[in-house]
């Protein structure tokens, strides 16, 4: 089968590799037809997060499935499905709990929980950035969509990650109806928090970041666009806010989060938030960071091992609290995707390209240097031939 295959940092090419196939009586093969570009792949594209050359990309899947093992009782051959990023058990004690993010059947490595397709970190799984997709646990981890999905990938493809990312982003921030919320990212999982707020019924979602194309989808969805490069996004959300601050603050950027002028700084939007967040506000981190990140150009994230100076006094001093983490997608999937069917949203408004997989090192490459109107790339393995 063709797949893209990561080789360091900004090289991925596509390769002919062994097919995947059904190694044990609960996989299903799923025939990959819509696989997206994540900000995550970024992280590991820029040699950023330790993964290791060699690998298939491609967390963002959904596809036909095409075999399944003995042992799968639910999921059939013919079925369009949805595969959340996390890959998951159902039966361990996170999973019982609903947190299927930090499976600890999954990852062989006993230190630590959670398991990706085509993930640093999180353990061995191929990515689906390619034809075929082996997909573990099939009946837990396959979600059956509607007849429908064939024809609405872009809006049904959304739900393996930042739609429901999104959504996680401002549910760790506490979100109620009728209040206001702060998002720091307008990549796509900060446009899929922005859009989660709007159908929370948020009373106002500002949306923080400095590409204009960007800042014009939140604009699109009734969002106000904040351009960091005009002035402190904390004293804009203040006077937007009546000086209180917003009640609740996603951080959908990471890490790797820099000014305006490409300057690194770990702490920069975590530090934005504590200040533009009211009083006892809420605020959820989604954007990733990582316990270590030797190549940081900041020298506290790289020595210190993932530390950073966050201003933890006025963060106490506020009583706010803090969600983080990694969304564990099945706990929204399925709910999600009614809004999908039912036509109340449609996440794939931010979708400006969709490639054969042929042409995906383009792809990353357009959307790794956040090029005007490179905002969501989707990939079909299927056309590729
Ligand atoms: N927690 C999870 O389960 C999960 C799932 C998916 C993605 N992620 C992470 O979410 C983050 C965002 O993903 P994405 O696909 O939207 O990535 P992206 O890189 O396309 O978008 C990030 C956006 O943040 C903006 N930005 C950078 N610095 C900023 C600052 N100081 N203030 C405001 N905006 C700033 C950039 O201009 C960019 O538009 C990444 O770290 C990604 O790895 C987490
Ligand atoms: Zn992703
Ligand atoms: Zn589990």
Redesign the pocket.
């Known amino acids: 089968m063709k797949a893209l295959v990561y080789e360091g940092a900004r090289s991925v090419s596509v390769k002919n590799v062994p097919d995947a196939r059904i190694e044990r009586p609960t996989d299903v093969l799923v025939s990959v037809t819509t696989t997206n570009i994540?900000?995550?792949d970024?992280?590991m594209y820029e040699g950023r997060a330790g993964m290791e050359s060699g690998r298939i990309l491609g967390h963002e899947n959904m596809g036909e499935v095409v075999a399944i093992g003995e042992g799968v009782d639910k999921v059939r051959v013919g079925d369009m499905v949805c595969l959340p990023?996390?890959i998951s058990c159902g039966f361990c004690r996170n999973c019982e709990a609903g947190k299927t993010?930090y499976c600890l059947t999954t990852n062989s490595d006993p230190l630590t929980a959670g398991a990706a397709y085509g993930f640093a970190g999180m353990g061995s799984h191929s990515g689906g950035q390619a034809e075929l997709l082996n997909v573990p646990y099939g009946d837990h981890n396959c979600l059956v969509l509607p007849e429908e999905a064939q024809e609405r990938q872009s809006d049904y493809v959304m739900l393996s990650?930042?739609f429901?990312?999104g959504w996680?982003?401002t549910e760790l921030a506490g979100l109620q109806p009728g209040e206001s919320i702060v998002i720091?990212?307008?990549?796509?999982?900060?446009?899929?928090a922005a859009l989660s707020a709007q159908l929370k019924s948020a009373a106002q979602v500002m949306v923080?970041?400095?590409?204009p194309d960007?800042l014009a989808l939140a604009e699109e969805i009734g969002a106000i666009p904040i351009d960091?490069t005009l002035g402190s996004?904390i004293d804009q959300v203040n006077q937007l806010t009546n000086g209180a601050g917003a009640d609740r603050g996603c951080e959908?950027?990471?890490?790797?989060?820099?000014?305006?002028q490409g300057d690194e700084?770990p702490n920069?939007?975590l530090n934005?938030l504590v200040h533009s967040v009211r009083f006892t506000g809420g605020i959820g981190?989604?954007?990733?960071f990582l316990p270590q990140d030797p190549h940081s150009p900041d020298r506290l994230y790289r020595e210190g091992e993932g530390e950073v100076a966050f201003d933890f006094g006025l963060h106490w001093f506020k009583g706010q609290t803090m969600g983080t983490?990694?969304?564990n997608?099945k706990a929204y999937n399925r709910l999600l995707c009614g809004l999908i069917e039912q036509g109340r949203a449609a996440p794939s408004w931010i979708v400006s390209h969709e490639l054969p997989l042929e042409q995906a090192p383009q792809g990353y490459r357009h959307?790794d240097d956040?090029e005007p109107g490179w905002?969501?790339v989707l990939l079909h393995p299927e056309e590729s031939g």
């Open positions: 994540c900000g995550s970024l992280h990023f996390n993010a990650d930042i429901p990312t996680h982003a720091y990212g307008a990549g796509p999982v900060g446009l899929m923080v970041d400095r590409h960007r960091d996004p959908c950027v990471g890490y790797q989060a820099h000014d305006p700084h920069l939007t934005n981190v989604v954007g990733i983490g990694q969304c997608v959307f956040r905002t969501k």
